[in-house]
């Protein structure tokens, strides 16, 4: 008899008002999340793609709906606990006065994991994302911008989410690296289930890296697209055509 696989992240009917004014930035959202997808969110500016992220993992409380992980409501998960398995890469990286190497232990120092395994942690996921031995003394201020976006990526996957949630992980990168980090992401969701929701302002990035599209605009999710079925030329256009709009109403 098959057996039905619940999803790994299920989105219903989720809304969220701004506290004054009562607009909608996220307008009636569904969507689900089976276990080693591959997402990009794509839209114009503004569209609510942050928004969106940011509720997954209760950085922002949504006003209505429902988000449940593997089928448990995430408003009855501690929230640290549900940060654990739903890490979020913002687009501001701070290392909040650590060195890269404090930065990357510390949340594994949380979990209390003994030394030898935080150590080997450090050194496996150093070497995965290429981040040189001597990046481990610096702080923020000895980075680049692509070096810190980095730095960051490598400190959500140490903990080894079940979720990853990427807002625009690659635009500081350069292409080699770039293209190094989509391929370890990629085998990460092949062989280790992780499940990654990627905005992206990039459209060949999500072309080539994302097996399915949400295309949001104005807080609506208007497609939710296997990449297969997707027209790439007609998105780009409407893509194009929704940014000079959205433009316009910023004038
Ligand atoms: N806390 C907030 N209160 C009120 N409005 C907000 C708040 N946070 C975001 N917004 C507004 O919500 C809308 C969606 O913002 P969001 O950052 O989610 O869009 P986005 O699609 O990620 O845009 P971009 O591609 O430019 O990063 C924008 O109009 C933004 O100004």
């Not at 209390?112 to 290429?130: F, S, T």
């Amino acid at each position: 008899m098959a057996t039905t696989q619940i999803p790994q992240l299920r989105v219903e009917q989720v809304s969220l008002v701004t506290a004054l004014g009562g607009q909608y930035l996220l307008n009636n959202i569904s969507f689900e999340v089976a276990t080693g997808s591959r997402i990009c969110i794509i839209g114009p500016s503004g569209a609510g793609k942050t928004s969106l992220l940011r509720l997954l993992n209760r950085l922002s409380e949504f006003s209505s709906g429902a988000i449940y992980l593997e089928n448990q409501d995430i408003r009855t998960i501690p929230v640290l606990q549900l940060r654990r398995q739903v890490m979020l890469v913002s687009q501001e990286h701070k290392l909040l006065g650590m060195t890269v190497q404090q930065a990357l232990v510390y949340p594994l120092r949380l979990q209390q994991l003994p030394q030898r395994q935080i150590q080997e942690r450090l050194d496996a996921y150093r070497d995965l994302l290429h981040i040189p031995v001597d990046w481990l003394e610096r702080t923020e201020l000895q980075l680049s911008v692509g070096q810190r976006q980095l730095v960051a990526i490598a400190r959500a996957l140490i903990v080894q989410p079940k979720i990853l949630l990427l807002d625009e992980p690659t635009s500081a990168l350069d292409a080699g690296l770039a293209s190094h980090v989509l391929g370890v992401l990629a085998d990460l969701a092949a062989k280790d289930n992780l499940s990654i929701l990627m905005v992206n302002h990039q459209l060949d990035i999500a072309q080539f890296f994302c097996r399915r599209l949400l295309y949001l605009q104005n807080g609506q999710l208007l497609q939710d697209t296997p990449s297969e079925q997707i027209d790439w030329k007609q998105l780009r256009e409407t893509l194009v055509q929704a940014e000079a709009q959205a433009a316009q109403e910023w004038l």
